[in-house]
C-alpha cells in the first residue's frame, strides 16, 4: 500500500517556477529554460517517489517546459524580410509575472485584513497610561512545500530510488516517527529542520522523518517557518503568530 499524502499548503506549478527562479536569483525575464526545466523536473520526480498527491496540472507545466525547451534548442531559420521570432519563453514570463503580482495583491488585502484585527478602539476616559504595553511578537515566514523539499534533497544526496519505495510502504515507521517529533516538541519551542536530518542514523531514517514532518503538517499538527527566505527551516507545534507563504523578505532581484 502506497502512503499518498494530501497537503492543504500544496502550492501549484507557476508557485514551484516563481521559487525555482527566486532561489537562484534568475532574471525573470530570460530565463534559463534548460537549467529551469530541469530543475522541475527533478523536483517532479522526487514528489513522484515520496508518492506525494501531485496534480495534473504540474504535468502540463512540464510539457511546456520541455516544448519551450525544444524549440530554443533548434537553430533560428534565416531568411530576407522574415520577421522577427518570438521568444518561446514570452508567453511563461508573462504569465509568471501576472501570477506573482496577482499573488502580491492578494497577500496585501490579507495583510491589512489581519492588522485591523489588532486593532483596538479605546474608550474616552481611558487613560492612555493605562494602556498594556505592546506585545513584540517575533515574525516568522511559513515556509512552503518546495522549501521542505529542497532542505530534503540538500539531507539526502544521491539515495537509489529503491530506498524510497522501500520506505514508503512501512507505514507503521513513519506513524512512530509522528509521535516521536510530537514529544520532541512538548520538551521544546521550536526543532531544526536539518537536526532532525543529522540526528537520523541513515538516509531511510531521512525518508521517514520527511514524510512524517509532511504528514503532521497535513494535519494542521505543526508548521514549517523560516526568519527569511530560503533560511534554516524551524519545525514548531501550530500556533497563529505564522505569515503564510507568498508575503516574504525580498532577498534580492529575480
Known amino acids: 500500500m502506497s502512503y499518498k499524502i494530501k497537503l492543504d499548503l ?20 530570460d530565463i534559463p529554460i534548460a537549467k529551469v526545466t530541469d530543475q522541475y523536473l527533478s523536483y517532479l520526480e522526487l514528489m513522484r517517489m515520496l ?23 533548434l537553430p533560428a531559420e534565416e ?13 511563461l514570463v508573462e504569465r509568471l509575472l501576472e501570477y506573482e503580482r496577482f499573488k502580491q495583491i492578494a497577500e496585501d488585502l490579507r495583510q491589512k485584513e489581519v ?33 521542505l523539499i529542497n532542505a530534503f534533497t540538500k539531507a539526502l544526496q544521491d539515495v537509489p530510488k529503491e ?24 520538551v521544546k519551542d521550536s526543532v531544526g529542520l536539518s537536526d532532525l536530518f543529522e540526528e537520523s542514523k541513515n538516509k531511510i531514517e531521512i525518508v521517514v522523518t ?21 533560511d534554516e527551516i524551524e519545525i514548531t507545534r501550530n500556533k497563529e ?14
Open 163 to 186: 530506498v524510497f519505495y522501500e520506505v514508503i510502504k512501512d507505514e507503521f515507521t513513519i506513524e512512530e516517527k509522528v509521535h516521536k517529533i510530537l514529544h520532541l516538541l512538548l
Open 210 to 230: 520527511f514524510l512524517a514532518i509532511l504528514e503532521l503538517i497535513r494535519l494542521k499538527e505543526i508548521v514549517a517557518r523560516q526568519k527569511e527566505l530560503f
Open 79 to 91: 531568411g530576407e524580410g522574415q520577421a522577427e521570432e518570438v521568444d518561446p519563453r514570452a508567453e
Open 51 to 73: 508518492d506525494l498527491n501531485v496534480a495534473g496540472e504540474f504535468l502540463v507545466m512540464a510539457a511546456t517546459l520541455l516544448a519551450i525547451k525544444s524549440k530554443m534548442l
Open 115 to 147: 492588522s485591523q484585527q489588532d486593532v483596538f478602539k479605546r474608550s474616552k476616559a481611558q487613560d492612555l497610561n493605562e494602556l498594556p504595553e505592546p506585545e513584540v511578537k517575533e515574525i516568522y515566514f511559513e515556509a512552503s512545500i518546495f522549501d
Open 10 to 29: 500544496f502550492e501549484g506549478p507557476l508557485d514551484l517556477l516563481l521559487y525555482l527562479v527566486k532561489k537562484d536569483h534568475l532574471n525573470i525575464y
Open 241 to 254: 503568530n505564522i505569515i503564510p507563504y507568498g508575503r516574504r523578505p525580498e532577498t534580492g532581484t529575480a
